[in-house]
C-alpha cells in the first residue's frame, strides 16, 4: 500500500482539485439535469439513478487523476512532461495515454555530485565520472560480455598480459 502512496503523491494538487471538481459537476449534471429530462432514465430508481451519475462522476475522476499522473511520471523521469501530458488529454481513445506508459522511459538515477542522470549514461554530464563501462574508442556505454562495440565495432577484449601469454605457449 506504500507504494501506491507514494505513486499518488506524483500527482500535481491542482490535478486534484481539477479531478474532484469534474467529478462533482459530472454527478450533480446527471442526477440533476440529464436523467430528469430523459424519457427512459426519470423512470430508473432512485439508488440506479445516483449509482449511475456517481460512476460516471468516478470515470471523469480517474481519467484526470491519470493525465495528473502522466503529467507528474514524465516530469520525475525527465521527460517533456507538457507535450506528454497534451498527447494524453487531446489523443482519442485513450490511445495517447496508452502510449505513454508503452514508451516512457527509465527513471532518473543520481551521480555522486548529486546530478539527475539517465540509466543509458556512460558519464556523468556534469562532473564526469564514469558511470559504466564504455567503449574506449566511440566511449558509448558497452554491456557486459560483449566482444566488440555495438556502435564503432572496435575490440572490447583486452590484450593479455604478457607473463599469461608466456605460460600458455
Keep these: ?7 499518488l503523491k506524483i500527482i500535481p494538487v491542482p490535478a486534484w482539485i ?3 471538481a469534474s467529478f462533482a459537476c459530472m454527478a450533480v449534471v446527471l442526477l440533476v439535469v440529464a436523467i430528469p429530462q430523459d424519457a427512459q432514465m426519470k423512470h430508473w430508481p432512485v439508488f440506479g439513478a445516483l449509482a449511475f451519475s456517481l460512476g460516471c462522476g468516478g470515470f471523469a475522476l480517474a481519467y484526470v487523476l491519470l493525465i495528473g499522473y502522466i503529467n507528474g511520471d514524465a516530469k520525475r523521469r525527465g521527460m517533456r512532461h507538457v507535450l506528454w501530458t497534451f498527447i494524453a488529454i ?5 490511445i495517447g495515454i496508452i502510449l505513454y506508459f508503452v514508451m ?4 532518473l538515477s543520481s551521480c555522486s555530485c548529486g546530478a539527475r542522470i539517465r540509466s543509458t549514461f ?3 554530464p556534469s562532473c564526469g565520472t564514469q558511470l559504466r563501462r564504455a567503449c574506449p574508442n566511440c566511449r558509448y556505454r558497452v554491456e557486459p560480455g560483449w ?3 555495438a556502435y564503432c565495432g572496435a575490440n572490447l577484449t583486452e590484450p593479455a598480459s604478457p607473463t599469461v601469454q608466456s605460460l600458455s605457449k
Excluded at 487531446?90 to 485513450?94: K, Y
Excluded at 516512457?104 to 527513471?107: A, F, I, N, S
Design 1 to 7: 500500500m506504500s507504494r501506491f502512496r507514494d505513486e
Design 18 to 20: 481539477i479531478a474532484l
Design 90 to 94: 487531446f489523443v482519442p481513445n485513450a
Design 104 to 107: 516512457r522511459e527509465p527513471m
Design 122 to 124: 556512460a558519464y556523468c
Design 147 to 149: 566482444k566488440s562495440c
